[in-house]
C-alpha cells in the first residue's frame, strides 16, 4: 500500500482552467502528482452507469484512487419512515455508483445528534444500519467499504466512539476520520502529535491494526465556533487549523498508509500538494518530485 493525496470534487482552478466534465479530472490530476479523487455525491447520486465507468476506466489508467461522499441528506438516527427509507436509498445509490466507478470507499455524514437523549439516537442509527448492510449484501455490494465520518458540530452523530460504534456493526464498515471536523469540535486541540496520537491509538485498539494503517481521511483547515465547525477555509489562511506537520510526521513514524482527501474551500488540490509536499519533506530519506520546501513555500504565498 502507498499513502495517498487527492482532492474532495474540484478547485476553482480546475474550471478556471476550462475543464467542465469529471472525465477531464484523472488526467488533470495525474499531471500534478496527486493520486487520490473522492467524487462529490453530496446533493444526489446524479452520475449515471456509463459515465461512472469511464471516470473509473480513466482513474484506474493512471493509478488514482476512487472515492465517492454520499449525499447530505442520509439522516440514520431519523424516526421519520419515510426518511428512513429515503436514507437507505441515498446510501444503496451510493454504493451502486462506487461499483460502477470501481471506488473502494462511500463516504457518509451519520445523521442528527440534536436532543437529549443522544444514546438513543445512536441506537436508531445503528438498527438503521444494520439494515442498509444486509441490503447492500443482498445486492451484492458488500466489498465497497461504507465509512462514517466524524463530523465537526456538536449536533451531529459522529463523535469518534459514536464512529467506531457503527464500525463495529459490520467488516465492510470503516472509519473516515476528518480531522478539520475534530479539531473544530473539540475547540482546536489538534495542534500536536499526542492528539493525532490518541485518535490512531483508539482505532486500533477497537478496530484492529488494518483500520488504522489504511485509513480513510479528510483534512482540511477549519473556521469553528463553540458549536463546531463554521466553514472550511485553506492552507493559505494560517490562522485554521489543525496543523498538518504533526500529523505528518506520526504517519511516517508509524509508516502509515491512509488516503488523505483535502476538502479546503476551492482549493482541494493546491492544497493536497502542500500537505503532499509535508508528509515527502518529513518522512525520512524521502524526496518529493514536487521539491518540498520551494511548494511550501510558495503556498505559503498564494503563488
Known sequence: MVIRFGPAGASDSFYG?????????????????LNAYEYQCTRGVKIGEKMAVRLGEL???????????????INLSTSDPDLQVKSKRHLLKSLMAARFMGAKVVVFHPGSGSGPDREGLLTAAKALFKEVLAEAAAAGLSDIR???ETMGKRNMLGSLEEVLDLCELGEQVVPAVDFGHMHAVSGGKFIDKQ???????RIEARLGREYAQNLHIHFSPVEFTGA????HRTALETDFGPDFT????????????????????GRQAEDSLFYR???????????????D????EKNRQGD
Not at 195 to 201: G, I, P
Not at 228 to 231: A, Q, V, Y
Not at 277 to 291: M, N, R, T, V
Request: aromatic share 8%.
Open 277 to 291: 509536499a509535508i508528509y515527502w519533506q518529513k518522512k525520512e530519506g524521502g524526496q518529493s518530485p514536487l521539491q
Open 246 to 265: 504533526p500529523l505528518a510526521e506520526i504517519l511516517t513514524e508509524r509508516n502509515l498508509t491512509p488516503t488523505i482527501i483535502c476538502e479546503s474551500a
Open 17 to 33: 482552467q476550462g475543464h467542465k466534465s469529471s472525465l477531464e479530472m484523472p488526467q488533470w490530476l495525474a499531471e500534478k502528482g
Open 293 to 296: 520546501v520551494t511548494f511550501i
Open 195 to 201: 492528539a493525532y496520537a490518541r485518535v490512531l491509538d
Open 146 to 148: 461504507l465509512a462514517p
Open 228 to 231: 463546531g465547525e463554521k466553514r
Open 59 to 73: 482513474c484506474a489508467e493512471r493509478d488514482i484512487q476512487l472515492s465517492v461522499h454520499a449525499p447530505y441528506y
